[in-house]
């Protein structure tokens, strides 16, 4: 074997030695010295593939399309009128459904362990842009004001067997957790509360239900009153 | 199920399913048991969080929808990662990535890390300049834990090929340690 043999296998796999390379290293002082470097090498590279993440940077790295800030109409064509009226729809049907209380523990239970699991999401602070929120929404049959909210987490997230919206949502309350539960189904609003979360499941128009969950012991009604005006349902 | 009042806080243990659900909840949990590790590996293929957990997220759907192809639970990890790794190469060749100002990006990246030695920012660095070729299969390896043969399996690769391309790779890398690379002449074997 020759030394350069010898040195692109250890330069490939450093910590494999076949007996060939054993034999080669065993007369070679400085071979072992390059092998000793790639170990040392390896080493570094296992704990920096392991560390932490950085975060979301402010400068992308790579450059996506970016949809442009105005968004374009809904093809739908629907009557502005219409789309406030539903808005209005959902806050006095949120409101009602508070006195509609039937709880589901197991779906309770199932919003606040996902929660607990993607706890960074809280933490995020950077706002995500309106063409990405829109990407997670898009099939939920909800839409965002952009105008009015910082959304600054969202993700299409496996939930019970299905995908669903997950987003964070800065509100005047702090952060505030959305998911879109088309494939849920509550008789109505439940509350819950656990491991420094409160949250509310409430029946949405779309006969789905919408789980909101806020960390700490908030009033919910005051948080669902802030996002209420801001969550339109789409027929 | 079983209802409970209103207001009366939920225990988690009643995230239980019923039976027949339990494959799939599952295969959920270990889905998300994986994620922060395919958002790891997603990261230093793509050099870019947003972007990393755009790849995890589309590749956790493609592998939803194949999940029936997933005859052992044991052999997830690979599966997953070998989605992701190609989810990133579809990424690549459908949007034509255009990389700008990596400097500015790692250092700020870096700036945010703060406890790492010298040595390890400066690595950091030079793996993510590393072109494409090279740093695909050393995070394959490294992170992924795939196997040589492996590798040249997914790249489509001779294994030879893979060899050279680890090789020169670390190789590289040795100016972080202010080591001179070894000569790197060799042709690279054909694919």
């Known amino acids: 074997m020759t030394h350069e043999e010898a040195r692109l296998l250890i330069g490939a796999v450093p910590g494999e030695v076949g007996p060939t390379l054993a034999e080669h290293l065993a007369g070679c002082p400085e071979c072992t010295q390059f092998q000793q470097q790639m170990l040392r090498m390896n080493r570094d590279l296992t704990r920096l593939f392991s560390a932490p993440l950085p975060p979301r940077a402010a400068i992308r790295v790579v450059a996506l399309p970016v949809v442009a800030s105005a968004r374009p109409k809904p093809a739908s064509g629907l009557p502005r009128w219409l789309a406030l009226a539903a808005s209005m729809v959902v806050s006095i049907g949120l409101g009602v459904m508070f006195w509609t209380l039937r709880p589901q523990p197991s779906l309770a239970a199932g919003v606040l362990d996902h929660v607990a699991q993607e706890s960074g999401s809280w933490s995020e602070v950077a706002p995500m842009t309106a063409a990405a929120t829109d990407k997670v929404l898009s099939g939920a049959g909800v839409t965002l004001d952009p105008a009015d909210t910082t959304v600054t987490y969202a993700r299409i997230c496996l939930f019970n067997g299905h995908w669903v919206p997950h987003l964070v949502v800065r509100t005047a309350r702090g952060p505030v957790t959305l998911m879109v539960l088309r494939q849920e189904h509550v008789p109505g609003r439940q509350s819950f509360r656990q491991n420094g979360y409160s949250g509310v499941l409430v029946p949405d128009p779309a006969g789905g239900t919408l789980a909101v969950i806020a960390q700490g012991d908030p009033n919910m009604d005051d948080v669902l009153r802030a996002l209420g005006p801001h969550l339109h349902w789409i027929p | ?191």
């Open chain 2, 1 to 191: 199920m079983r209802n409970i009042p209103p207001e009366v806080p939920v225990p988690l243990s009643d995230t239980v399913k019923p039976a027949g659900d339990g494959g799939t909840m599952a295969l959920e949990r270990l889905f998300a048991s994986l994620r922060p590790e395919l958002l790891r590996f997603a990261w230093w293929l793509a050099r870019d969080r947003a972007v990393a957990e755009d790849v995890v997220q589309e590749a956790l759907l493609r592998a939803w929808r194949s999940r029936d192809s997933l005859k052992d639970p044991a052999a997830a990890r690979g599966w997953l990662l070998t989605i992701v790794r190609r989810e990133h190469a579809r990424l690549y060749e459908r949007k034509r990535l255009e990389i700008t100002d990596l400097d500015e990006v790692i250092a700020a990246e870096d700036s945010q890390l703060g406890t790492e030695s010298e040595e390890l920012v400066g690595l950091r660095l030079a793996i993510t300049q590393l072109p494409e070729e090279y740093r695909v299969p050393l995070v394959m390896q490294v992170l992924g834990g795939f196997t040589t043969d492996e590798i040249a399996r997914e790249l489509t690769l001779s294994t030879a090929a893979v060899l050279t391309r680890l090789f020169r790779a670390r190789n590289r890398l040795r100016r972080i340690y202010g080591l001179m690379p070894a000569p790197d002449g060799m042709d690279e074997p054909a694919v």
